[in-house]
């Protein structure tokens, strides 16, 4: 997830701006205009780091002085400062927020990804922990990111990214061998196929019509296993299969157990516990 | 928080936009165009119903025909359908996720607010339940708004809101009253002014040079009913109390045992529980 | 009013923009390119520094040295080098009228702000001199802000500052009562309620319901004199009174005269004389 | 200057978004939702109707109905209604004073340009008055539409409406023939020529190389006399003569005797008196 | 490429407003306003027709009737309407150039993607044709739509669809095996791998390593040849193969005979014909 | 065409949006981040350089450090390095094909231009080279920049750039006297007024009522020598003659021969062909 940084800007920028309406009216009555100060972002809770290249570039962005004391994709420790930043405080001051609500968020979702990451490596599954599109409105891209940095696969960022054919084409269009059929005739060889299935059957039916991906969606862990023995018995082993629905922490190696390949849970973005934050003045 | 609804349109389409990206290869690949389908917006849960209004605006602005059938601040029921759309079907399709990841946020943060009010009422506290600025990057108009519906007050939606000196202004111009007194001076009458203090000394120094509302930061339980009986006791209990910090769900009770005037929380907008809501085809 | 410079930038190259158009055509034609030029901004009047800093910051944003010889705020006199500007000749060409417009508009609003202010405190009066919303289109933030540095009051800088329930509102409520009562309910603490009324009886009863700005609005001089001491002798002293209407330069210390607090005067923003500014080339 | 509407569209929306910032708070706690009014907008005082066209594409794009009951450039009675709305009672009055604000700067540019123009006319000159380019800031647009509807002749509305070598141009350019033969080779044939001189010497050097119109500027009517004599006499009648600088309305009929074709005035848009307008609900 | 038309409203209008500048002065100044007239959009020449849907959203998001005679994909005949508009006249002679401009480009692309592809079906060759990114500056969408219209593949809309690791990625990271694992351990399962490869034997180190695709790049047609029996015979003969570098009409059917699967030609967006249509008024 | 860097920064900003999308996927995987390369922008044909400035402009915004080689307007060899950029290696790769497109186009048009121009030239031709509006949708300044470069004439950047009275206004208004008066009398004085005609009388007429230009729309080369003979006997030799329509390559000459001023050609910028440029990594 590679975007110059300029473009970045823009959408910090938006962001920054949505808080500073009007303008900034406590710094600007109670602090000097031009006072260079230090300031510390400390965690209050171990978690892993994201956020540090988002937060960073805004705040130079912003013509400030960023030392990030750890990189995306690092565990923090509780108590740990982890970003420096100097210059005008009341630039500082106004920003704050919003540094901080970017990294909280971004460090949540990374730190809940690589917890349920770690679960499946102690249990030598193969799957990979995914997201899905449930992220908050207008969050793609960071939530997806940093799913990314907590060892997760961001899965479709937007709609362009993949076809998947769900629930609801079908319902439409009814049969998955027609609707595998007229995707491969209208998309571009540049794009994956992806179907959800609710059957066992089903997923046999798209891997035959040549699916590269099989969701298996609200499946319990045996069913999950007897549509993984089906495909690899009838030699569509190579087809990558997606669990989706019904996966928590709680059961999650139970799903694993099938050598599924991805396991995708909506909660990485719907459900965030941001990670505890705060900006500390260091020095006049 | 009344904001004419072509204006909302834009804000929501930039979210539906970053979706579709180029564009959604699936609906286009296998659902015809011009095919009139109708479908309905069901939840998974009990919660209060949020961001139905900004669902609306924005199936009514992609020309879909939308029957809400819950208002926003009604009581849902698991299984219970909250919105009828109907229209194209690869316009519903390409803003499905979008209209979902709206509902079930605002849901979500409406539902946790109005517990903990009713938590208030049933314990006959005074206070109100307040959210902070600690919302997910971007979206302070989307969270507060939520944050209403639930029944609680929004706090400063943004920057130009409110004078709130905290405690980085304080580290820097040093001194509580100067701070009031340069924001008495620098500030416009229409500004109410508010002070984060960590001692009751401080609230008293606060309450004297007029700050309207003050922010006890960290307190204990007992600490806030000895700041407040030490205003009442000075004749400052006109004064505006809010406590911010350590309020959690379990504890909220013996803070609103001090009858102060607002307990803030983070966690309302910061650590927010999507409400599980799904979109169905019901009738090609 | 602090907006950290890199929103400023934002909106100062929308209005430099309209004045492009497709591309500066004369110096395009006659200046050659990469040309280093130096210039001065003169004033032609005695007035009140304003938009030096926004002119500064667009010239700057536009790689050009600038050297501002005045602080916002500071007298000018007449023939007075306000600003110094170096650099590329087709870039202070192109922007030339879009500096000089901001700084006229700007002074002229701090000008005749400043001269009404004195008038006030020449006569020992202390009520504020206040700005209205009633500003060039579009142009809220600079023409407050220019009120700001002229030492008045800007009130509202937009809808979201406070409540102030106006002769509208009241049409369609009623009742100042019911209206008040209303908005405190409805409203978030950190909002002051401010209603404007047409007699002292309901300047009364706005008190009673607990306002915290009464607006006298088109009230003669010794009407203004009657309510405010119908509030005394009730015990509403503390709250705010706003004089608003038929306020004019000649009988503006009749209105001071009876200890209000706010005096506002639309025509500070919808009537401004520009200031007498130009731009000449010192040195090629 | 006709601009689709959905275009006009887009630039009212941002100076409404400007005033409702993050909502009108006032409405949305005193006022019902859906609640159907009648306003009229009513003229305080006498002058030429402007800006009808632009407050009616706002209010229609804000859903509003809306009947104009003048035309642009018709003459307004003290007293007398402009135009009636009706609509939702929020989004009337939170789009109220922007509604006005545009009417009240467009219809005192009007007002100001058909008295000025009327005033040529009674005297037989054939002069066109036209505004400058002093605009506030981000205005040009609207203040120009508001000239041509006063029946001035709106000027380059951007700086690539027309080459126009002015006093820093020639400046740094040296001298008057060489910089219009630059600007000939180097312009499109769709572009006119305009030069700016200092003395009838020079006016005759511009005419004799070639430019369209020459700019007198900061001449006394003698010499804007003896200018025009000079051309005429050596045969460069032909040439557009325009005044400008040091006209104001007390002297204008002094420079227009000489037939000079254009006299621009800077005060027409940089020094704008607001016509006095409001908004007054009629009917719950 | 579906994209809900409300966005595509945007595009298009971002393209009309850099025509229409400050207004459009010719129609301005001698149209009427509010007159109605229906006006016809003709070919010139015979084509595939394309962009028929992107100028009926622009032209009705202006309000114009639009009856579009030919859908897009449909053969059009020299002198054949295809489309007729009506309404205001002001308006369609506004953005009569920028409708035209529209739908002649995206025919031009369509009808040489469409002549190509016939070609190959003639040949009876299994060959895609597919678009380059080598569009006009910023109009891959309208590019590459009118490629899938003509009948050709879109190829990679923008960089986020696929990985595709070229000459310049190898150049880096020197080593085709190294790139391609690192490709798939950085991505995500939903996309593609695409190898741009100079040789026979990277091919099938490409193809070892699990390359979903692989590009031929300046291979002549024997060596096409070459690398295709040489992946076939070391069973890699499911990796799908493009041709892309030195393809041109005349030795497009030497390239095909291999059972490439795609050939890629920059020609069809970088250096377009554009199709001769014009707007002519058919009735006041 | 001068605009200041900083607002062509935003255009081209957006151009490389549209191809970056969610982000490059490409470099993101398999090259390092902050590593350090050399680029060069090769032509592979002989052409008239144009593009640098804006390609510069883009890579500079990009933190790129770049170094032009050769001039827009200089002449290019087939092999010529015509740019070398260092930096960022992700950055380079991301903005690879943006600045290729921009320079490839821009070169195009400058090329075909110049030839046409020479070809003039050599036949002692005084006529202009000149574009129409027929540009790649949206691309009006990049494209009639590439004709300035290129030594042609850009004609109308856009509808407010002159009067211009065509076919389709008259099939409205009827009389091309009736029009051009109109067009005059509601027109500022700054904008010149060409018409279209479709005969010599109708040349002569437009001549009489004042037209600065006439377009001979469509003439054979003998009917532009007869009208041209008509104007100059009739005494208006002194108005511009433009022929527009018909003209290609293999007749320019003819057209030529009857000495009009201006000869417009819509094929220079609807049917461009992109000049065959590349970057190759240099130096690791």
Redesign the interface.
Known sequence: ???????LE?RL???????????????????PPN?A?K?AIVSKEEGVAAGMEEASILAE???LTVKAKVADGDMIQNGEVIMEIKGD???I??????L???I??MC?IATATRTLKEKLQKAGAKA?I?AT??????????D?KAVMIGGG??????????????D??L???GDIEA?VK??K????????I?VEVTSSEDALKAAKVGAD?IMLDNFSPQQVKDASDLLRKSNFGRV?L?VSGNVKSENLLEFAASQV??ISMGELT?????LDVS???TK?
Do not use: C, Q, W
């Open positions: 997830m590679f975007i110059p940084r300029k473009i823009d920028k938006e962001i920054l701006s949505e808080d500073i309406g009007e303008g900034d009216v406590t710094s600007s009555a109670v602090i006072l100060i300031a962005y912003l013509s405080a009341r630039t001051l106004s920003a704050e927020r919003t901080l609500n970017l909280s968020r949540g990979r995914a599109r449930k992220s908050a409105p207008g969050l793609l891209y960071f997806k696969d961001t899965h479709r960022v937007h709609l362009d990214d993949m076809i998947l054919i769900k609801n084409h319902a439409i269009v609707a007229k995707a005739a209208n998309t571009s060889f540049s794009k994956k992806e991906i990558l997606e390949d991805i719907h459900s965030v516990k941001g900006l500390e003045i006049n």
